[in-house]
T-cell receptor, first 112, second 111 residues
Framework: EAQVTQNPRYLITVTGKKLTVTCSQN?????MSWYRQDPGLGLRQIYY???????DKGDVPEGYKVSRKEKRNFPLILESPSPNQTSLYFC???????????FGQGTRLTVV | GENVEQHPSTLSVQEGDSAVIKCTYS??????FPWYKQELGKRPQLIID?????GEKKDQRIAVTLNKTAKHFSLHITETQPEDSAVYFC??????????FGKGNQVVVIP
């Protein structure tokens, strides 16, 4: 089954404790993105990747890192989480930006 | 960057009536315009999309129209049903490798 898998689904952590949210897709897609969804602000792109070893900043990259060592995986790293990073995070993949994006299940992150 | 705006932010319709959501975009080079539906607690899913060389596209009860001159595109849902209640996001490509989303519209279908 074609899918995008994120883990974990829910995470509560403390300020400053490094964490990684994993994202994996099995569709051989080249384009992958991370979004955060906040009430009233829609989906804002954090980082995106055009292909392996090619990543770039989206609209809200501060406080986040990503890597793309393999085509299927695109982890999101928060080196020192802060409460303003409490949000719902979605990973998405597509062949290109101009084709259907498939979203993961979402990760609800709370930083206290 | 691209600025994508959706109106209205919330739309309530009687079951069976039509719903229309309008999106405007700022980048005249944008060439791909998808609509995503997000049900409560679920992930966004593509429901319809349109490319800049097409003016209208229809899929059963949903349709999308594009006006490139005015830089806006609209989602039309006919014969609305309770399962159409959701948040709808429009988006537009820009800069060859970016996809910008609007803030979303909450559609409520009243039985």
């Amino acid at each position: 089954e074609a899918q995008v898998t994120q883990n974990p689904r829910y995470l509560i952590t403390v300020t400053g404790k490094k964490l990684t949210v994993t994202c994996s897709q099995n569709m051989n897609h080249e384009y992958m993105s991370w979004y955060r969804q906040d009430p009233g602000l829609g989906l804002r792109q954090i980082y995106y990747s055009m292909n392996v070893e090619v990543t770039d900043k989206g609209d809200v990259p501060e406080g986040y890192k990503v890597s793309r060592k393999e085509k299927r995986n695109f982890p999101l790293i928060l080196e020192s989480p802060s409460p303003n990073q409490t949000s719902l995070y979605f990973c998405a993949s597509s062949l290109r930006p101009s084709t259907e994006a498939f979203f993961g299940q979402g990760t609800r992150l709370t930083v206290v | 960057g691209e600025n994508v705006e959706q109106h209205p932010s919330t739309l309530s319709v009687q079951e069976g009536d039509s719903a229309v959501i309008k999106c405007t975009y700022s980048d005249s080079a944008s060439n791909y315009f998808p609509w995503y539906k997000q049900e409560l607690g679920k992930r966004p899913q593509l429901i319809i999309d349109i490319r800049s060389n097409v003016g209208e596209k229809k899929d059963q009860r949903i349709a999308v129209t594009l006006n490139k001159t005015a830089k806006h595109f609209s989602l039309h849902i006919t014969e609305t049903q309770p399962e159409d209640s959701a948040v709808y996001f429009c988006a537009a490509t820009y800069g060859n490798n970016r996809l910008a989303f609007g803030k979303g519209n909450q559609v409520v279908v009243i039985p």
